[in-house]
């Protein structure tokens, strides 16, 4: 179910001038796993010329976006601020397991969440054996249309699927397009141990954190568990 697109500030000169927007493989690998894409929460009039979702929100009102339900197949690149990103991960995991987001691929430049956030390793995600690449915009005057220039950051992404659901299990058919798609860019890894009493290991080990993980489990098992 898409969302209406929020434009509700005027853009600025360089809106998205430290957002990054995935190269066209990359979007390509999303579009044959998952097809359309329902709603980018976090994004530029710039990064939807190739990005294409059905409904997005403003890099500038991605806060805004926390306050609203979130539906359908969702694209998230989280925004570069650490607060609102994590916030962006609480929302689209509470709305993937109440069943509003029904598949989502989350593309994670900040390696640390695997560590933060345990119950990612719950889910099927890929790591890339090469750095991603990836445009940024660039304003050459105020008012004028920015040009998008490639780059290829240091840092090594790990890229997070929310698979649709069958019944009370993954499907499978999901899972084998997920696959297909992305194992070009690095390895795929279908975690099967969705079971394993992972919550009491990593509250004791986040106790000390400042950053308390989500640490809710969605009860979703593979096909023959």
Request: with cysteine; hydrophobic share 40%; aromatic share 10%.
């Amino acid at each position: 179910m898409p969302l209406a697109t929020i434009k509700s500030r005027p853009p600025s000169a360089a809106p998205g001038h430290d957002f990054l927007i995935p190269c066209e493989s990359y979007l390509q690998a999303i579009r044959q796993s998952m097809g359309l894409i329902d709603l980018d929460p976090c994004s530029t009039p710039a990064a939807q010329a190739l990005i294409e979702a059905l409904g997005w929100f403003r890099l500038e009102d991605a806060a805004a976006s926390l306050a609203v339900p979130w539906s359908g197949k969702v694209f998230l690149h989280p925004h570069r601020s650490p607060k609102l990103s994590r916030l962006q991960l609480h929302k689209l995991l509470r709305d993937y397991i109440s069943d509003r987001v029904t598949e989502a691929i989350i593309l994670i430049t900040k390696t640390d969440w695997l560590r933060a956030e345990p119950l990612l390793f719950s889910f099927p995600f890929l790591f890339h054996y090469k750095r991603l690449k990836f445009y940024r915009e660039v304003h050459q005057e105020l008012g004028g249309r920015p040009a998008l220039v490639p780059l290829t950051p240091s840092c090594l992404p790990v890229t997070l699927y929310l698979p649709a659901k069958d019944g009370s299990h993954f499907s499978d058919e999901k899972l084998e397009r997920f696959r297909q798609a992305f194992s070009p860019l690095g390895r795929v890894i279908l975690n099967e141990f969705t079971d394993d009493p992972w919550q009491q290991d990593a509250a004791l080990a986040m106790a000390r954190s400042h950053n308390q993980p989500f640490l809710t489990h969605p009860g979703i098992r593979r096909h023959g568990d």
